[in-house]
């Protein structure tokens, strides 16, 4: 049996979805979430800023996440990103720097890539960045 990751999907305009997914590739034009009675929504990338895969729903409105890698043992290679409505993290990126290499290119049929925060103790585990919903990135350190 596949594993339900927890999962709060951010839209472009600012809306929140929080539920369950299964089965996701970067590859995917869409997704599917379910809610606790695993009633199922269907969701286009497109419409999408980031899939933010948590630890739980509830987070901690008080708590600030380190944008330093200070005290972590990064893999990958470590970024600055910005969304285009403003905010921002700082995480390590698996494998190619996603502006490399045409990552973006529409026949990579990539949509985004997952960054893993640099704050362990940020509800976050990780984070489906869709690449449309980008401003900047910036590689930190060598």
Avoid at 9 to 31: E, N, S, W
Avoid at 45 to 70: H, M, N, P, Q
Avoid at 82 to 98: A, M, Y
Wanted: aromatic share 12%; net charge neutral; proline share 2%.
């Amino acid at each position: 049996m596949t594993e339900r990751n927890r999962v709060i999907l951010h839209f472009l305009d600012g809306k929140l979805l929080k539920g369950y997914m299964q089965d996701f590739t970067i590859a995917d034009d869409v997704v599917f979430i379910q809610d606790a009675s695993d009633d199922s929504q269907k969701v286009r990338i497109k419409d999408l800023k980031a899939i933010f895969f948590v630890k739980k729903f509830e987070g901690d409105k008080t708590y600030r996440e380190r944008k330093s890698f200070e005290g972590s043992k990064p893999s990958g290679r470590r970024i600055f990103l910005q969304f285009k409505d403003g905010e921002s993290l700082t995480g390590c990126v698996e494998g190619d720097i996603p502006w490399e290499k045409g990552f973006f290119l529409e026949e990579k049929k990539m949509n985004g890539f997952f960054l893993i925060p640099s704050d362990s103790d940020s509800n976050n585990i990780k984070v489906f960045v869709v690449a449309s919903s980008v401003k900047d990135m910036t590689m930190i350190g060598g």
